[in-house]
């Protein structure tokens, strides 16, 4: 078994004023692929490298396979990792690279052959095991950097940003191949990126980090469909989502000539005169110019996508404020620059935020 834990894990760099990972509560199971995501120096690839042995843990502790490796060195944690840049060495051929660690370990010829052969198989290489990394493309030696961490059979893999050398239409391919493969395996994955549409679309449980601090931990639906905060909001789905300041009125949030109902436990929760609707660009309507429903949007720019598009523009709040927002179009709608067009929220899909503190309100 393979399970990892971190239990109140932190790491703070000498010289620094703040940890760079604090705190850190997080149950990866056996078998799991776990994203970490979040901004650049948010954390994610620290505490990967925490996980590595690569850093110091100031406090807390690690375990996998509910081992106590907090202070063991990288070599004794059975764990492989994938790295940004590769890593290979570009005087061996694709079969050495993939077998050099086992044949550090000393582990005999034969089997090495074997294990490496079944790696290619895997990772459609066979006829690329005598080449030199120089003789690859961009995505084949990313296969091999996957298959010199598979022939170890290690309890679970890193990944350290791994497709980010890569054009975006083979990052989508390979994505869906490392996806793929890791199922097959069922070997324990801890993957870091920035790329938010990678995690949703890889990982088992994403974990949004922000400040070295873990913001919510989910299911990338349950993270898309209730945020556990303003930051997870709006870093999860692209476009972002929309997060209108508003003020909170006795009946409930007024959008215009409409209103957003609010719950009483919404409303003791919000403690205050404003609150934070957030509302995705797919979940927001049209309605006509002339209507007095919803608030206007005068739009600016719109991205044009094939089947549907994205709309921006500026939401005039009618006291002299404007906020940016951003529409999902479908059916290709036309003329949409430059025109002003009332919009309004759909009741059912509207979250909302305290304004302070950014947490999620109850429904």
Do not use: W
């Not at 776990?34 to 620290?46: D, F, Q, R």
């Not at 890791?182 to 449980?205: I, K, S």
């Not at 934070?276 to 949007?297: M, N």
């Not at 305290?354 to 429904?363: K, V, Y």
């Amino acid at each position: 078994m393979a399970e990892i834990t971190f239990h109140q894990t932190s790491l703070t760099y000498p010289g620094a004023d703040r940890p760079t990972v604090e705190s850190l509560d997080l149950d990866i199971a056996d078998g799991e692929f776990l994203v970490l995501v979040g901004p650049s120096g948010c954390g994610k690839s620290t505490t990967l490298r925490m996980l590595a042995g690569l850093e110091e843990v100031t406090s807390g502790s690690i375990s996998i396979g509910g081992r106590d490796v907090t202070h063991l060195p990288p070599k004794d944690r059975d764990i492989s990792m994938v790295f940004q840049n590769y890593a290979l060495y570009p005087h061996m051929t694709v079969a050495q690279n993939m077998g050099f660690a086992l044949k550090i370990a000393k582990v005999d010829k034969e089997t090495i052959r074997r294990k490496v052969e079944e790696a290619a198989k895997i990772l459609d290489l066979t006829e690329y095991l005598d080449r030199k990394p120089k003789a690859l493309s961009g995505g084949q030696r990313q296969r091999v950097a996957m298959g010199r961490a598979i022939v170890r059979e290690p309890q679970a893999f890193l990944m350290d940003e791994p497709l980010s050398n890569l054009d975006a239409k083979l990052r989508v391919q390979t994505r869906a191949e490392i996806a793929n493969l890791q199922r097959r395996l069922g070997t324990t994955t801890v993957y870091v990126t920035h790329d938010q549409v990678e995690a949703m679309t890889m990982g088992d449980r994403v974990a949004v980090l922000a400040d070295g601090l873990l913001q919510q931990c989910d299911s990338p639906r349950t993270m898309y469909d209730r945020p556990a905060n303003k930051f997870v909001a709006g870093f999860i789905g692209s476009p972002a989502m929309n997060l209108l300041s508003l003020p909170l009125q006795q009946d409930g949030i007024r959008f215009g000539g409409s209103t957003v109902k609010i719950s009483r436990a919404a409303r003791e929760a919000a403690g205050g005169d404003t609150v934070t609707l957030g509302i995705r660009p797919e979940h927001l309507d049209f309605h006509a110019a002339h209507s007095d429903k919803g608030l206007p949007v005068t739009f600016y720019s719109v991205e044009e996508l094939g089947a549907d598009g994205f709309a921006y523009g500026n939401l005039d709040l009618g006291n002299g404020e404007t906020q940016p927002l951003t529409v999902r179009t479908y059916g290709r709608e036309e003329g949409l620059r430059g025109k002003t067009i009332r919009v309004i929220p759909r009741q059912e899909d509207v979250h909302l935020f305290h304004t302070t503190t950014g947490e999620r309100l109850p429904d």
